[in-house]
């Protein structure tokens, strides 16, 4: 479906408007199809005989404690692709695949075998039935976790934490007794060894059932209804919140200099991608505050006068602290501050 630059647009709007379960998409033939085929050879050098099966969805997972790894839809197209990056400013690239689907494995594994039921694996872990939150509160200093995916995800919950220390277990190459010697996090790299060793020549007791969340041949919506549910609400209490620091950041109307408004847009998929690796947020939450403050730059005619760089990172320290008080208190603002006497 890939299309030359000036019918860009022309098939990006036939594409937003079709549904998604006429599209035809399948792994095989795809450009998923090698990274599939990536995971499993990894896991058959690590002698696993299971082979999570991987079906297409509306996004990552393993539905529901089902040994099934969920890929998204827009993966199986280099179109769709383009537009997910262009509306979420998110795509992932051919290495951020495969540690998701290494961790995804983890979580098949996990509920194929059903580990999290022993004792071991709950001393090890914890308890499997922690309540499990989206925004959780995470701590960069911490050496009981190990590191894979992006901001400390082995902290949000038990299932987490396996998952994501079997996929490092299960990275090529990856000299994880050296990479985290003297660290806490190494026993339960060392579990996941001996369990695999264990378990990891025998099939699960149960056939893997067929996936019933939301398969992409069931996905009859259009591919802009899509984008349209997972558009994310902002709870911003009064939108002249952020105007001091935007003036920090930014000179006023008649200073000489870009127009800040341009400068955010123009440099809005790397401030989107910074911020979102160092919050864990999602990048439609991320995007949607960085169009906010250029809307807010536009109201308030602000100009960017120095250089290019300064800018950038003084933007990415603030939306940095602004979304990461957004995780710790579901405020995006914070208290709004009582007027003076």
């Given at each position: 479906?890939?299309?030359?630059?000036?019918?860009?647009?022309?098939?990006?709007?036939?594409?937003?408007?079709?549904?998604?379960?006429?599209?035809?998409?399948?792994?095989?033939?795809?450009?998923?199809?090698?990274?599939?085929?990536?995971?499993?050879?990894?896991?058959?050098?690590?002698?696993?005989?299971?082979?999570?099966?991987?079906?297409?969805?509306?996004?990552?997972?393993?539905?529901?404690?089902?040994?099934?790894?969920?890929?998204?839809?827009?993966?199986?197209?280099?179109?769709?692709?383009?537009?997910?990056?262009?509306?979420?400013?998110?795509?992932?690239?051919?290495?951020?695949?495969?540690?998701?689907?290494?961790?995804?494995?983890?979580?098949?594994?996990?509920?194929?075998?059903?580990?999290?039921?022993?004792?071991?694996?709950?001393?090890?872990?914890?308890?499997?039935?922690?309540?499990?939150?989206?925004?959780?509160?995470?701590?960069?200093?911490?050496?009981?976790?190990?590191?894979?995916i992006l901001a400390w995800y082995a902290q949000k919950h038990p299932d987490e934490d396996f998952a994501e220390s079997f996929a490092v277990?299960?990275?090529?190459?990856?000299?994880?007794?050296?990479?985290?010697?003297?660290?806490?996090?190494?026993?339960?790299?060392?579990?996941?060894?001996?369990?695999?060793?264990?378990?990891?020549?025998?099939?699960?007791?149960?056939?893997?059932?067929?996936?019933?969340?939301?398969?992409?041949?069931?996905?009859?919506?259009?591919?802009?209804?899509?984008?349209?549910?997972?558009?994310?609400?902002?709870?911003?209490?009064?939108?002249?919140?952020?105007?001091?620091?935007?003036?920090?950041?930014?000179?006023?109307?008649?200073?000489?200099?870009?127009?800040?408004?341009?400068?955010?847009?123009?440099?809005?998929?790397?401030?989107?991608?910074?911020?979102?690796?160092?919050?864990?947020?999602?990048?439609?939450?991320?995007?949607?505050?960085?169009?906010?403050?250029?809307?807010?730059?536009?109201?308030?005619?602000?100009?960017?006068?120095?250089?290019?760089?300064?800018?950038?990172?003084?933007?990415?320290?603030?939306?940095?602290?602004?979304?990461?008080?957004?995780r710790y208190t579901d405020a995006l603002a914070g208290p709004t501050p009582e007027p003076e006497p």
């Amino acid at each position: 479906m890939e299309e030359d630059a000036p019918h860009w647009e022309t098939a990006r709007a036939e594409l937003l408007g079709r549904r998604i379960a006429d599209l035809g998409l399948r792994i095989a033939g795809s450009p998923l199809e090698p990274l599939v085929d990536q995971l499993y050879d990894e896991l058959r050098h690590k002698r696993l005989v299971f082979r999570p099966p991987v079906y297409l969805t509306d996004e990552w997972g393993c539905p529901s404690g089902v040994p099934l790894i969920g890929v998204p839809f827009y993966l199986a197209d280099a179109t769709l692709a383009r537009i997910e990056e262009e509306i979420a400013v998110h795509a992932e690239g051919r290495d951020d695949v495969i540690q998701y689907l290494r961790h995804e494995a983890g979580h098949a594994f996990n509920y194929a075998y059903r580990l999290h039921d022993r004792e071991d694996w709950r001393r090890t872990f914890g308890p499997y039935s922690r309540p499990y939150r989206d925004r959780f509160h995470a701590d960069p200093f911490s050496r009981e976790h190990v590191r894979h995916i992006l901001a400390w995800y082995a902290q949000k919950h038990p299932d987490e934490d396996f998952a994501e220390s079997f996929a490092v277990w299960l990275t090529p190459d990856a000299d994880w007794r050296e990479t985290y010697a003297g660290w806490p996090a190494l026993r339960k790299l060392e579990y996941v060894d001996a369990v695999m060793a264990e378990i990891g020549g025998e099939a699960p007791d149960s056939p893997v059932p067929r996936p019933e969340h939301l398969p992409v041949e069931t996905m009859h919506y259009t591919v802009a209804e899509h984008y349209t549910e997972v558009e994310p609400t902002l709870p911003v209490p009064d939108e002249r919140h952020f105007d001091g620091d935007l003036r920090t950041i930014f000179a006023g109307s008649d200073a000489a200099g870009e127009n800040a408004t341009d400068y955010l847009l123009a440099h809005r998929t790397e401030l989107v991608r910074r911020i979102a690796y160092w919050t864990g947020e999602p990048t439609t939450v991320v995007r949607a505050f960085v169009d906010f403050l250029a809307g807010r730059a536009a109201e308030l005619g602000l100009r960017a006068t120095r250089r290019e760089a300064s800018i950038l990172i003084e933007l990415t320290a603030f939306g940095t602290a602004v979304l990461m008080n957004y995780r710790y208190t579901d405020a995006l603002a914070g208290p709004t501050p009582e007027p003076e006497p």
